[in-house]
């Protein structure tokens, strides 16, 4: 089994050797808030187990699976604000999938500090190279550990019943006892290692799978290379040189070499290639970079995220620079700043006029800077919300041009005024800066600018916008009404290609904008310029950058549907990427491809200057071809437990949801399946009719059906129509949070074709 693999792997590593010693660190909340607990590797080589010191106390866990990267030295605000109690060299933080909160800890000498770190690293790097076979080996073993309640190593039968019901399974008693009775080869009336993993293949015995495997093979034993071509060229719909691809298909997924020496696969083979990444729904062709990325901005969708300094919600939440390091790591390319007066003369980050806490300005350029490139390389865009004093922006702009250095783009490319915006390309390993500037890029070539000037109200300020849309707030509506911002001729040649500027109307913006200019709209205003112009809309788009971001309204930092906005063209659809939700599903499922690196190329139509596309009459198109979606929902794989309660059983459902132009949005439903979140089978078929493929996401959910209640979110999979892959094909499940539940899968059958 897995753990007996991992303790192969760990005799020769002294760190994982003194983890599984353990040692006493500091976990660390706050600069009050400092307490030794014990820490722990435990056997498995997967959990880190700790408690505190006092006799009696609960214990906690966390499972290697779950935690992203690990940081060294004073990398987090906590360990930041006791950096003159605890030196660099015993302080590091572990950071963990999805929104989880960071755990702090503080070493007692440098060396255990080294050996924990190392230690980690070397685990979390083990997780990575982990074939899928591994990962299931480790998965079952996890369960057994679960369920062996004495810890002698051995099932009995009650403990095996017990773990059926932890596992999601609901299966009669005497079909269970007659699988366990197969599986004691030794005859001792428990289930050792070995015996427990042959119980839980015969568990888990794939009967869709066989069912296709008998189908394509010419003996009913195993598939010859000519079977595998066939499979391939009428099921897969594979075109280029199949012959090539299904010998690289025993080569790489076949376990048995006998098999490989024949050129054929066995079930097992076969197994291993449906659940691989070749097997997956999402094409490994979009996974790397494949788009052009010599474009103008404007002709890409930009991962972008609103308000990222905050953590929860947007009244009382904590401000966080981990909330711009988080973002960055998920591939997000404009993140929010937004800047008022601090104490000291100097900037802080916050929402201003909340209670939300605050940060400072330097700290969040510091992380810019360090995390800006680290999962891209293309440009990152700071949309400034500038509230400051002309002291205070003076001090912002030396902060960035001191901290990002030769990252901060400060002049244009090529010294020369060029007619439409660069590309991603051009701008790699850039940071720009949006914000409002004095004069244009004209002005600045010629240096025509005054050393100080009288602007506008900043068009970012967010309360002007909360104003319009109703909220009740005198003191702002007043302030918003009178007040005109001076601009520090410092912070404003900062910005060179990203000038925010206010909206007018689509007419006004043809005849006289520039396409350097940026103008934002809530939510609300984008979708009235949408209902009342949308082929205007998209035609502008199709020039000049437009950032939408959430009404203020939505003081929870809840999120609207991004897809209404990439439908009009807008590039900057800025998310609250710390709520998770249909809103951030789709957000990732746009950018899962193109090698996740924040920029998806708009579609032809969409790009095209001479073109009037109209998102509300997609028919009207000069190449419109609609097109029919097949999807047969077959299976599900060992679904996650939603209902902590020990004796409930989830009853899965499975609906799929098209995101696109509004003839395309559509949900439909497969039936549900009472008592089994183990094996579900469904062999239900849902067809949809897709007006504009290029901009559909399809969105698998799986729910728990509650007849007396609304449905438990079981897990979902978001991707782009254009990145799934035709045939059978497995999903990979993903939490709520984005990461994935392993190894929770669908099973479904896919067909493409166009609408007679």
């Not at 089978?681 to 067809?687: A, G």
Request: net charge negative; hydrophobic share 35%.
């Amino acid at each position: 089994m897995a753990s007996t693999e991992s303790g192969l792997r760990i005799q020769g590593d002294e760190n994982l050797q003194s983890m599984l010693v353990g040692t006493v660190m500091r976990k660390i909340k706050s600069r009050t808030w400092k307490k030794q607990r014990y820490f722990k590797l435990q056997d498995d080589c997967m959990t880190i187990w700790y408690k505190s010191k006092k006799a009696g106390k609960a214990h906690s866990t966390f499972s290697m699976s779950d935690v992203e990267v690990v940081r060294e030295g004073h990398q987090s605000e906590v360990l930041l604000s006791i950096a003159d109690e605890f030196p660099a060299n015993r302080c590091f933080t572990v950071v963990f999938h999805g929104r989880r909160g960071n755990l702090d800890l503080v070493a007692e000498s440098a060396e255990e500090a080294q050996s924990w770190i190392k230690g980690m690293r070397k685990l979390i790097e083990n997780l990575e190279n982990m074939g899928e076979r591994e990962k299931l080996d480790q998965w079952i073993g996890d369960w057994f550990k679960k369920a062996d309640k004495n810890n002698d190593g051995r099932m009995n039968f009650k403990e095996v019943r017990d773990l059926l019901r932890m596992m999601n399974v609901d299966m009669n008693e005497h079909h269970a006892h007659r699988l366990f009775t197969m599986a004691d080869k030794s005859q001792t009336g428990a289930l050792e290692g070995d015996e427990f993993v042959l119980f839980y293949k015969m568990l888990t015995q794939r009967e869709d799978i066989l069912k296709i495997f008998q189908e394509y093979s010419s003996d009913g034993q195993k598939l010859s290379q000519h079977d595998i071509e066939d499979f391939l060229r009428e099921e897969q719909l594979e075109e280029g040189d199949i012959q090539h691809h299904a010998q690289e298909l025993i080569e790489c997924y076949e376990p048995s070499d006998t098999a490989k020496q024949l050129k054929a696969m066995t079930f097992d083979g076969f197994l291993m290639y449906l659940g691989s990444a070749e097997g997956s729904i999402f094409s490994p062709q979009c996974r790397g970079i494949f788009q052009d990325m010599s474009q103008p901005l404007c002709h890409y969708f930009i991962s972008s995220s609103h308000n990222t300094y905050l953590m929860e919600d947007q009244l009382r939440g904590q401000s966080s620079v981990e909330g711009y390091i988080r973002a960055l790591n998920r591939g997000c390319r404009c993140i929010e700043v937004d800047c008022w007066d601090g104490a000291n003369g100097e900037p802080i980050v916050y929402h201003g006029h909340t209670f939300t806490s605050k940060i400072f300005f330097k700290d969040v350029v510091n992380a810019v800077g360090k995390y800006a490139f680290k999962v891209s390389e293309y440009p990152v865009i700071l949309s400034i919300e500038n509230h400051c004093s002309v002291d205070q922006q003076r001090v912002m702009a030396q902060h960035l041009k001191h901290i990002l250095g030769d990252k901060l783009l400060k002049g244009m490319l090529d010294g020369r005024a060029p007619v439409v915006l660069p590309s991603p390309e051009e701008l790699k390993g850039k940071i720009l800066l949006k914000a409002k500037k004095i004069g244009g890029l004209e002005q600045t070539l010629n240096g025509s600018v005054e050393d100080s000037l009288t602007g506008e109200v900043s068009d970012e300020d967010e309360a002007a916008e909360i104003d319009e849309d109703n909220l009740h707030r005198e003191s702002i509506r007043r302030r918003v009404k009178k007040s005109k911002q001076r601009l520090s001729k410092e912070l404003s040649d900062c910005v060179v290609y990203c000038k925010s500027v206010h909206f007018r109307s689509f007419k006004h913006a043809r005849i006289h904008s520039k396409f350097y200019e940026v103008a934002s709209f809530t939510e609300s205003k984008a979708r009235k310029h949408l209902r009342e112009a949308g082929a205007e809309f998209v035609h502008h788009n199709s020039r000049q950058l437009t950032r939408v971001y959430p009404t203020g309204f939505r003081t929870d930092s809840s999120n609207f549907n991004p897809q209404e906005m990439w439908n009009a063209g807008c590039q900057i659809v800025a998310l609250n990427f710390q709520t998770a939700g249909e809103g951030m599903d789709l957000n990732d499922g746009l950018f899962s491809q193109n090698g996740r690196c924040g920029y998806v190329l708009k579609p032809a139509f969409m790009r095209d200057n001479d073109k009037r596309f109209d998102p509300d009459l997609p028919q009207n198109r000069d190449d419109y071809q609609p097109i029919v979606l097949t999807i047969q929902v077959i299976s599900g794989q060992q679904l996650p437990k939603v209902n902590i309660k020990e004796d409930s059983i989830v009853d899965p459902l499975v609906r799929v949801e098209i995101h696109g132009v509004l003839m395309d949005q559509a949900k439909q439903e497969t039936r549900y399946i009472e008592n089994n979140g183990f094996n579900p089978l469904w062999n239900d078929t849902l067809r949809f009719t897709i007006h504009t493929p290029e901009l559909a996401l399809v969105r698998f959910v799986v729910e728990d059906y509650d007849k007396t209640s609304k449905n438990d979110f079981v897990g979902q999979f978001t991707l782009p129509l254009s990145c799934m892959q035709k045939g059978y094909r497995h999903i990979h499940l993903l939490s709520r949070d984005g990461t994935r539940i392993s190894p929770s899968s669908l099973f479904v059958h896919v067909r493409i074709t166009d609408l007679e």
